[in-house]
């Protein structure tokens, strides 16, 4: 039961009434997926994909036909090949062989396309069609008709639908073809994506900024975005990002309502799984925290890249203490502040105006030997400091397993040095609240037993800390221990 659950919400990021069709002809043979089949069984069933044919040999023999296959577009091998590696094994050989293929899982879907395409927006929503590539014999043109939810984790699909609107691709009904007229004819292919969802920075981090740099930057810049869902606020925040990724100005394609012609797609991003790690053993493309770091580190110009640069000059260590404002707030950061001077760290209290601008901020963050910072979103910032610096991460009661998985884990990735401060009951405002004996205090398992609906009002936003000086003392010892000081 509950594993059905998990497979019907795990289909291509479309809802339940969507359907692939695949036509392959005389044969009529078409298969027609409902919510439990993911693509992956779904290119198994193709038949030309299976035992019936050699496909690498069927791919060859079309190679020869592509160049002259009608359209006057150029024979861009560079370009063919930097499509295919968004996709291995079958997906890439239905990618050579029909010109589309899709690589999904139960998180996400990926769908690419070396064909040339239109694409339009209609009443808001987008659309992309394309010719499937001649194949000989033509009977093994395939027809697809396709919705994509550009966001990587298809997890959450009841969550995201509000926001992430599907995206059509289509090829065009038996013995026809496509030939719109296009209004603006570019030379690159487009990598389309949402901005329809975002939260706070890890999830934009997480989901969005590590995805788009998994999957565009073997582009080296030679592509053009198109953001579906535009969202100003995002875009304006990760602009330094898009435009080291792309050299071309990105569409809105909520406004945009040109006909825009490309010599392929990209539709959906790359998902390295959750929690800033690299963890998708499936993924085609190469995943390094070090690389996405080193890129970070070009994008805003930081120019440390080892904590060893800053230390070797006889200046103080900095640290960087993140300042929470509404739960998991430090009641007595400036007792932080003097401790942490005395041990000689140069403070700076890093508080919502400051870190509010990334370009800024980052700066900021790369020049620090230690980051501190109770369990929250800031703490993402660990991917601007140097290698070999410090994060520091203070855990809030009853919410170690989130603190040590999505900040904990990933800076062991990210070439980062890392220290746990569990915080006792007694540095917490929930004793106060709940006394010594509530289960809250004494049982957190208890408490998360009863689901994350029960949890968050509690121990997510529920709590502020005091930190007890001398114990915290201990850990920054130990913090300067670790820098070799
Ligand atoms: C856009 O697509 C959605 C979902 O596929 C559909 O419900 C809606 O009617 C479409 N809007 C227009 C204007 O076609
Ligand atoms: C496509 O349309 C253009 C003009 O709209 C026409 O000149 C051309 O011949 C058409 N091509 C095909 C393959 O139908
Ligand atoms: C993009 O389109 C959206 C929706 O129409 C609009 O609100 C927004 O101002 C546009 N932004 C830019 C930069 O074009
Ligand atoms: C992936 O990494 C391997 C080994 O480091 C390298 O040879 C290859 O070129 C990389 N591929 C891409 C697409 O960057
Ligand atoms: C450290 O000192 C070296 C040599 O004096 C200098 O080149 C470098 O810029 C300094 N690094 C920093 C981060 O100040
Ligand atoms: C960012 O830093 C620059 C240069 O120091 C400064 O002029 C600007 O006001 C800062 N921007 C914000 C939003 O803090
Ligand atoms: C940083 O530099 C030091 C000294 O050069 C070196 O020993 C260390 O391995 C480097 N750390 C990382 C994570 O690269
Ligand atoms: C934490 O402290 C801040 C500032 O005093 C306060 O606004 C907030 O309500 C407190 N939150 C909790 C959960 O105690
Ligand atoms: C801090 O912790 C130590 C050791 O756990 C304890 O002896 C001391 O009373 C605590 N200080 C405060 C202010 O609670």
Not at 263 to 280: A, D, Y
Not at 433 to 459: A, C, E, K, L, M
Request: with cysteine; proline share 4%; net charge negative.
């Amino acid at each position: 039961m509950g594993k059905q659950g998990v497979e019907s919400r795990s289909w291509v990021g479309v809802t339940t009434a969507t359907t692939i069709v695949v036509f392959l002809l005389p044969l009529l043979y078409a298969i027609v997926f409902f919510s439990n089949n993911t693509p992956l069984d779904f290119w198994k069933q193709v038949p030309y994909l299976g035992s019936e044919c050699s496909c690498e040999a069927r791919a060859g023999a079309t190679e020869g036909s592509i160049s002259n296959g009608g359209n006057d577009e150029k024979d861009d091998s560079s370009l063919t090949s930097r499509l295919g590696k968004l996709l291995r094994g079958n997906d890439q050989r239905q990618l050579e062989t029909i010109g589309f293929g899709c690589k999904s899982d139960h998180m996400n879907d990926v769908c690419v396309s070396n064909q040339r395409v239109w694409m339009k927006t209609d009443n808001g929503n987008l659309s992309v069609y394309f010719n499937s590539k001649n194949v000989q014999p033509p009977q093994l043109q395939h027809q697809i008709s396709l919705k994509v939810r550009p966001y990587v984790n298809k997890k959450n699909d009841e969550y995201t639908k509000e926001d992430v609107k599907e995206i059509t691709i289509q090829t065009p009904m038996e013995h026809q073809s496509y030939n719109y007229t296009c209004d603006v004819t570019h030379d690159i292919p487009a990598v389309i994506f949402s901005t329809g969802l975002n939260g706070n920075i890890f999830h934009e981090f997480n989901e969005m900024i590590l995805p788009l740099f998994l999957t565009c930057r073997h582009f080296r810049s030679q592509l053009q975005f198109v953001i579906n869902d535009f969202n100003e606020h995002w875009v304006h925040k990760y602009r330094s990002i898009l435009s080291h990724l792309s050299d071309y100005e990105f569409i809105n394609a909520s406004e945009d309502n040109r006909i825009h012609c490309f010599p392929g797609f990209v539709i959906g991003l790359h998902f390295h799984n959750e929690n800033l790690v690299c963890s998708n053993s499936d993924l085609p493309v190469n995943c390094s925290m070090l690389d996405f770091r080193q890129f970070l580190r070009e994008t805003f110009h930081l120019e440390i890249k080892n904590v060893s640069q800053l230390l070797y000059n006889n200046t103080k260590p900095e640290l960087v203490l993140l300042s929470r404002r509404r739960s998991r707030m430090i009641l007595n950061e400036a007792e932080i502040v003097t401790v942490a001077s005395e041990l000689g760290f140069s403070v700076v209290i890093a508080d919502p105006e400051l870190t509010s601008n990334m370009n800024n901020f980052s700066v900021v963050v790369n020049r620090c030997s230690v980051l501190v910072g109770a369990h929250g979103a800031g703490l993402t910032n660990e991917l601007f400091i140097p290698d070999g610096a410090v994060v520091v991460q203070v855990v809030p009661l009853g919410i170690q397993w989130a603190s040590t998985n999505y900040f904990g884990k990933p800076s062991k990735e990210m070439g980062v040095q890392y220290l746990e401060y569990q915080i006792s009951p007694q540095e917490s405002t929930l004793l106060d609240v709940y006394g010594p004996n509530h289960p809250i205090i004494t049982d957190p398992d208890s408490i998360h037993r009863q689901g994350f609906n029960v949890v968050r009002p509690i121990y997510i936003e529920g709590q502020n800390i005091t930190l007890n000086i001398s114990n915290f003392k201990d850990t920054l010892v130990q913090a300067l221990k670790l820098l070799g000081r």
